[in-house]
T-cell receptor, first 116, second 114 residues
């Protein structure tokens, strides 16, 4: 158990809908990263938040957004869903914000999104 | 941006044999290289990592080597056991912009046959 929790575990929805995925980082971790895992694209970085502020952005679609709340949990919002958005969505947390030397990222169990 | 290539995509070994997985990266500024193990239905689990100021790191049966000149790093698992069967991912990060966002390889499915 990494200490990172994600809910829900599974999510089935229809095209055009909007969903919210939730992540609680390990106790004491200030950074939350979101990744998407699909068969064709592999594991891809979406976005990072550090202590409530956006720190880095990857190839995240404009239909997707995220935020980190004062209690440090994070939510990933996916809207106008398409079939191709079906994937596993992971969040990871780390202590260090990316200073020289880096910080280990610990992954949650993921949310499996199925868009029908 | 960074690109990480991982080989082989599948690897089958007999229990007790060694397994080696290799990765190359393109961004010479990358300075952090973790390895993750992912079992079916679970999230990636960090098993070992190495930073650019170190050439080799070992933790019991697993070791990682880094060649910065050639821009490649490898995972070595000795005395493999059936429970080592999983998908292994290498990753790289350059820490730029204060972010340790990871760029992952495509993964290697390791099967250890009893």
């Amino acid at each position: 158990d990494s200490g990172v929790t994600q809910t829900p575990k599974h999510l089935i929805t229809a095209t055009g809908q909007r969903v919210t995925l939730r992540c609680s980082p390990r106790s004491g971790d200030l950074s939350v990263y979101w990744y998407q895992q699909s068969l064709d694209q592999g594991l891809q970085f979406l976005i990072q938040y550090y202590n409530g502020e956006e720190r880095a952005k990857g190839n995240i679609l404009e239909r997707f957004s995220a935020q980190q709340f004062p209690d440090l949990h994070s939510e990933l919002n996916l809207s106008s869903l398409e079939l191709g958005d079906s994937a596993l969505y992971f969040c990871a947390s780390s202590t260090h914000p990316g200073l020289a030397g880096g910080g280990e990222q610990f992954f949650g169990p993921g949310t499996r999104l199925t868009v029908l | 941006g960074e690109n990480v290539e991982q080989h082989p995509s599948t690897l089958s070994v007999q229990e007790g044999d060694s397994a080696v997985i290799k990765c190359t990266y393109s961004d010479s500024a990358s300075n952090y290289f973790p390895w993750y193990k992912q079992e079916l239905g679970k999230g990636p689990q960090l098993i070992i990592d190495i930073r650019s100021n170190v050439g080799e790191k070992k933790d019991q049966r697993i070791a990682v080597t880094l060649n910065k000149t050639a821009k490649h790093f490898s995972l070595h698992i000795t005395e493999t056991q059936p429970e080592d069967s999983a998908v292994y991912f290498c990753a790289a990060s350059n820490g730029q912009g204060g972010s340790e966002k990871l760029v992952f390889g495509k993964g290697t499915k390791l099967t250890v046959n009893p």
